[in-house]
């Protein structure tokens, strides 16, 4: 199972939109609508941001949001603030009951 | 509320073995199934893997068959990631991860493991 596809960066300025994308196969994101997205700060554990490809956990900014076309899934983050500078990461289920992260990506809010 | 505590960290020479525990509390632990995923110094998050928390059955992701090793005490909420015979690249932060609605709610903090002689 590869990686999903991740931009390695992204970059905004405050109050500004940016969307990260998240390219997989019809094995994974392409036939499921099982992406959830996690960002992560350095030195914490990740934290769900994203589930079941569009769905906000409760407490998670409705400036997150997701959505899917084809084989791709993404996460956007409007309204960008400084406390959103982190590491993104997209996971996707895949056949057989496994699952497959993206390469991660870097948010630097300039 | 939901909480995973993990043990804490290792420095094992290579060709040891390491269990790391992952204490679950706040849920009926038989109820939600539990995935390992390591994260490399600097590098992104690698699924290793999950087990039924109610069977006890494991899967694991190509590259961890063999020397990976996942297991349960439900008596004490508790799963466990055994790696055997370490290596450097084995040097990593794991992490357990609750999942619920295929996605992963609840994290453990992660428990830093160092391969070195």
């Known amino acids: 199972q590869s990686a999903l596809t991740q931009p390695a960066s992204v970059s905004g300025s405050p109050g500004q939109s940016i969307t990260i994308s998240c390219t997989g196969t019809r094995s994974d994101v392409g036939s499921y609508n099982l992406v959830s997205w996690y960002q992560q700060h350095p030195g914490t554990a990740p934290k769900l941001m994203i589930y079941?490809?569009?769905k906000r956990p409760s407490g998670v900014s409705n400036r997150f949001s997701g959505s899917k076309s084809g084989n791709t899934a993404s996460l956007t983050i409007s309204g960008l603030q400084a406390e959103d500078e982190a590491d993104y990461y997209c996971?996707?289920?895949?056949?057989?009951?496994?699952?497959?992260f993206g390469g991660g990506t870097k948010l630097t809010v300039l | 509320q939901v909480q995973l505590v993990q043990s804490g960290s290792e420095l094992k020479e290579p060709g040891a073995s390491v269990k790391l525990s992952c204490k679950a509390s706040?849920?009926?632990?038989?109820?939600?199934?539990m995935h390992w995923v390591r994260q490399a110094p600097g590098q992104g998050i690698e699924w290793m893997g999950w087990i039924n928390t109610n069977s006890g059955n494991p899967t694991y992701a190509q590259g961890f068959t063999g020397r990976f090793v996942f297991s349960l005490d439900t008596s004490v909420s508790t799963a466990y990631l055994q790696i055997s015979s370490l290596k450097a690249e084995d040097t990593a932060v794991y992490y357990c991860a609750r999942e619920d609605d295929y996605s992963f709610d609840n994290w453990g903090q992660g428990t830093l493991v160092t391969v070195s002689s």
């Open positions: 079941e490809g569009t």
């Open positions: 996971c996707s289920y895949a056949l057989p009951s496994t699952r497959v």
């Open positions: 706040g849920y009926t632990f038989t109820t939600y199934a």
